[in-house]
């Protein structure tokens, strides 16, 4: 790791810093100060190497979070929250010569194997015992083209002290929000979940 200002940033492979501009991004919804009673959102982008700002929209606050309101060059790597895994987005950056590192989220991203038949993912996370990784080739259709985009889906299984935090936020959540869990969400808080457009031997 390095210091900048207070911030400590964590150092990535050197084959990573060589090939990517590593931007972090993220959405909040902000309002206004006053009686005005305005919200707005912020989209946000963050260069990792240096901890500036490059790239921001202020939206209306129904606009919701995707890699399509950002700018995109040849090169860039977007990690993000699984609010951004959307097959749309993903398709934008990588057809503008960007690259994804998002967390997954099953609903939004259905994925196929390469022989483009249904691939589950729930069906290859419980090969996993606690602290195994999981590295799977999948690919995704575009919904606005049909065409097919590459990726990995990587994985690995929480400790068990960690899978039982994760799923009591999940049950006081929905308690909170009076809706029933799924069983299958509270099996994916099992696990750490990624999505990229980077092939393993470049990260």
Known sequence: QRLIGDFHVPSFPQSVVEHFRV???????????????SDWRLHYSLHLATLRCDDFKITDPRVGEDFQRYSVSEGDLFVADRGYCKRNGITYVFENGGHVLVRFHSSNLPLLRYSGSVFSPL???????????????????????????????????????????????????????????????????EYVILFTTVNRHRF
């Open 23 to 37: 931007r972090i991004v993220d959405g909040s919804s902000i309002s206004e100060p006053g009686n005005t009673g």
């Open 123 to 189: 069906e290859h996370l419980r090969s996993l015992g606690p602290g195994q990784c999981g590295d799977w080739d999948v690919r995704f259709q575009s919904p606005r083209r049909g065409d097919l985009t590459k990726g990995r889906l990587c994985a690995i299984r929480k400790s068990e002290e960690a899978i039982q935090l994760a799923k009591k936020k999940l049950q006081k959540k929905a308690s909170r929000q009076q809706r029933q869990l799924r069983l299958e969400t509270l099996e994916y808080a």
